[in-house]
């Protein structure tokens, strides 16, 4: 997934409400993230409830979305069967056409989610696998070191 928004408030991506990923978040709102820069031995890992962000917050980032990918999403039943490339290719025809002319709504059952973080944990590799994790919990976020 892509981080397309990150302030005090969480973390945020955008997704298909419909897809696998959306559905298993609508009856478990609960997930993590982890960022790894693993050249440099390094990750951070946020977790916490899921929300979904506002209508209003999604059609500001769809706005900034080139209108290909905003056709891509149209398109997109994301997580449902499809029979074959073609299939997907007639569907992104269809929706192309539809649109032609006219600015692209964002889809009924597309948006975002932000994960509020309750735990964050910074990683840093160190050797013989004696690592450094500091992590910090909410509502504080008072730091604290684990053995690794
Ligand atoms: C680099 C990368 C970035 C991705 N970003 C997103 C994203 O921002 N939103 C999204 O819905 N899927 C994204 N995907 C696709 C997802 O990994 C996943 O295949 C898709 O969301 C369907 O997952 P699901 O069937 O479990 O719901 C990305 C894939 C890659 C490789």
């Known amino acids: 997934m892509l981080c397309k928004g990150l302030d005090e408030r ?11 990923k959306a559905r298993a978040l609508e009856a478990n709102p609960r997930a993590a993230v982890t960022f790894p820069w ?6 951070v ?19 900034l979305r080139p209108r290909g990918s905003q056709l891509g999403a149209w398109a997109s039943d ?22 032609e002319g006219a600015d692209v709504p964002v889809p009924p059952e597309w948006g975002g ?4 973080p309750e735990v964050v944990e910074f ?6 696998r004696v690592h450094n994790r500091v992590r910090l919990v909410a509502p504080d976020f008072v730091p604290f070191r684990l053995q690794p």
């Open 10 to 20: 969480g973390v945020v991506f955008y997704t298909n409400y419909g897809s696998d």
């Open 38 to 43: 693993i050249a440099i031995h390094r990750q």
């Open 45 to 63: 890992h946020v977790r916490g409830a899921v929300t979904r962000v506002s209508p209003a917050e999604t059609a500001e980032y769809w706005a």
């Open 78 to 99: 994301q997580s449902r069967p499809v029979a074959d490339r073609r299939a997907m290719a007639d569907r992104f025809a269809e929706v192309e056409a539809r649109f």
């Open 113 to 116: 989610y932000r994960i509020a």
């Open 123 to 128: 990683w840093q590799g160190r050797e013989n």
